[in-house]
């Protein structure tokens, strides 16, 4: 990722021309709003939805079909929320769907924690309903757009480039929202930019999950104005306890490692799990900001033998004779800690 410094105010202002535009060409692709039999414009996110999940996953799905559309990011991300704020205001019960019998047999054996009773969502429904909100709000945009949705932002250079490798399948996700605050309706004069890479292994639904949950989980949190630190601390823990109730509902098996940078005004607060890394390079040299996780520092080392696991060296270091990381969003056959979240100005 490169950030460069901001773009002449004739160009930023730019977006907000296009703003009416992109709305009239939406509009009409999009006359009405969808019918039970139409066929949806996105892929639904999988068959069931907890609660808990709603907010990040319709964000997704906007933000996916916006930016297919070439909406201006401002416009895109303000959108969104507001269609996805005025959804979770109405009664989703409706879309509720009654746990399989072995789901509740299985919750039985849960801890104190998990007893809460997870409401489950039908997901094409939810999608369904979520779509013509976001055509109604579009409309009652046609005629005057809000200033958040005009605003103009820092203008960002994102170079994006991903790598399969020898795998069947790409298991690694990356996060790029410079429009931060328009998502989540953030309204304080700090601008905000986030980043983030998530490299998923055993399959790529915990990369997946962690790059639409992390800076969802993170916008949620109170103090995220006053400790962006401590937010994403409680984002990772938050999307590891959310990706292992869906693992164990859906039998899901993979994990991930991640690491996200949020820029807040001018300051860099980094986040990372496991042995994903960020470097800064500040005039041509490079500046170390954190310490992954790996399985053979010493510390983790002796935190994981501290937990009743160990960790020996086969065709690399592993952690129980299988893990080649020591930490990990998902995995749940392995005990959880908390990231260190570290700050950079």
Known sequence: MSSGAPQKSSQMASGAEETPGFLDMLLQDFPAPLNPEDPLPWKAPGMMLSQEEVEGELAELAMGFLGSRKAPPPLAAALTHEAVSQLLQTDLSEFRKLPREEEEEEEEDDDEEEKAPVTLLDAQSLARSFFNRLWEVAGQWQKQVPLAARASQ????????????????????????????????????????????????????????????????????????????????????????????????????????????????????VAWLGDSQVILVQQGQVVKLMEPHRPERQDEKARIEALGGFVSHMDCWRVNGTLAVSRAIGESQREKVSQKPREAV
């Open 154 to 269: 820092r203008q960002w250079l994102v170079s994006i480039h991903a790598i399969r490798n020898t795998r069947r399948k790409m298991e690694d996700r990356h996060v790029s929202l410079p429009s931060f605050n328009q998502l989540f309706g953030l309204s304080d004069p700090v601008d905000r930019a986030y980043f983030a890479v998530f490299d998923g292994h055993g399959g790529v639904d915990a990369a997946r999950y962690a790059a639409v949950h992390v800076h969802t989980n993170a916008a949620r949190q109170p103090e995220l104005p006053t400790d962006p630190a401590g937010a994403l601390r409680e984002a990772f823990r938050r999307t590891d306890q959310m990706f292992l109730r869906k693992a164990k509902r859906e039998r899901l098996q993979s994990g991930t490692t991640g690491v996200c940078a949020l820029i807040a005004g001018v300051t860099l607060h």
